[in-house]
């Protein structure tokens, strides 16, 4: 299933985001008593974590925290407005990770009339190596920082929040961590901008292939090991090697080396380096 954000009221989304207009705590004993709007999303992100985005409702969460559901509605309206919530609030992790606000910003670029002479190398070193740029590390912590979340938080992949993102505090700050990643390239804006979703995009996509496999194995009840072992003898009868010799060569050499069909974890450690290289090259250009 795929959850969107934006389905909510936008009012009561920005206001609860925000926390600009959170009820007052009701007064007395019982569960109630100590409900808040961060105790409701973190109790949906924990139910959602633990049994998947399927098992999410407005009815469940109140469970979960011992209330009635008209109870929970009075803290937060629907459950679009609970996911637009769920996902801030995750996304936030993203910034921790990569240093919060807090963290210096880069000062833009500004290209040298002319290119200055290697500096004397210490120790002996070759001054034509040359050393990866902190753009490159920068952008790489983004990768994984995000690749952590979708770990933690496999649900995320199944809620659509490109095109209407929940734009609270923690969404934010982590589109101004990540754009200051690539900060003082010489990009301008609107590459900057693009690279920042290219990079974000390919972390989901190579993200949602261990989240399948996960899928699949429960689907199935058993491995994708086990699945090849009970497919191969019936491959055996249909393969011919003449007819696919490209296929016949590459195919048991990869599948050794990933294990696999396919390794979403490989793939995705190969992949970056590949985007990343490409990355420099429009950086390179912009210089």
């Known amino acids: 299933m795929t959850e969107h954000t934006g389905t909510g009221d936008p009012a009561r989304s920005m206001a609860l985001l925000w926390r600009t207009a ?12 100590g409900l808040s709007v961060d105790r409701v999303v973190a109790t949906a992100v924990a139910l959602a974590d633990a049994e998947g985005l399927g098992a999410l409702s ?53 290209a040298p009339a002319v290119a200055p002479a290697p500096a004397p190398a210490p120790g002996g070193a070759d001054p034509g190596v040359v050393e990866k740029p902190a753009w490159r590390d920068r952008l790489e912590a983004v990768a994984r920082a995000n690749w952590a979340v979708f770990a933690r938080h496999p649900w995320l992949l199944q809620v659509a929040a490109m095109g209407r993102p929940p734009l609270g505090p923690n969404v934010m700050a982590k589109y101004e961590v990540e754009l200051r990643a690539i900060d003082g390239t010489g990009l301008d804006e609107v590459t900057m901008d693009a ?6 995009g390919f972390v989901g996509g190579a993200a949602r292939g261990v989240l399948d496999r996960a899928q699949a194995e429960q689907l199935t009840g058993i491995s994708e090991e086990q699945w090849w072992e009970a497919t191969a003898p019936y491959v055996d009868q249909v393969f011919d090697a003449d007819a696919y010799p490209t296929v016949a060569r590459v195919g048991p050499v990869a599948g050794e080396a990933n294990q696999a069909a396919y390794d979403p974890h490989r793939a ?19 210089r």
């Not at 690279?195 to 974000?200: Q, S």
């Open 195 to 200: 690279v920042v979703t290219l990079v974000n």
């Open 22 to 33: 959170e009820p007052a705590a009701p007064r007395g004993r019982g569960a109630a008593a």
């Open 58 to 110: 407005m009815r469940r969460v109140a469970t979960e925290l011992g209330v009635g559901a008209m109870t929970l509605y009075t803290w937060v309206p629907g459950k679009g407005e609970l996911v637009d919530l769920m996902v801030d609030a995750v996304l936030g992790e993203v910034v921790d990770a990569l240093g919060g606000l807090a963290a210096p910003a880069v000062a833009p670029a500004v």
């Open 268 to 286: 995705f450690e190969f992949g970056l380096a590949r985007l990343l290289d490409g990355i420099a090259v429009l950086v390179d250009a912009a």
